[in-house]
């Protein structure tokens, strides 16, 4: 499944690495036509951080509780 674009997820993860998952947000940019859908990016972009190390709680940190924090949600 390809996102659309070239994309060095060992780059990504060791940028993630560096500045601690509490900081980091994931999201795709994608929804544009001739783009695969934001739902298969993420997904995409979720399975090659796991395959680098990253456990399902950090994922969900960056997925989900990051964000929100950001927004005043939580």
């Known amino acids: ?3 659309g ?7 990504l993860a060791d940028a993630i690495r560096a500045t601690n998952v509490e900081h980091n947000v994931l999201d795709t940019g994608l929804g544009q036509p001739g783009n695969a859908d934001p739902i ?4 995409q972009m979720r399975h090659e951080l ?5 456990s399902r709680c950090e994922l969900r940190a960056m997925m989900r509780d990051n964000p929100a924090r950001l ?4």
């Open 40 to 43: 298969t990016g993420l997904d």
């Open 1 to 3: 499944m390809a996102i």
């Open 5 to 11: 674009c070239p994309v060095c997820w060992d780059g």
């Open 71 to 74: 927004l005043g949600l939580t």
């Open 50 to 54: 796991a395959a680098r190390g990253f």
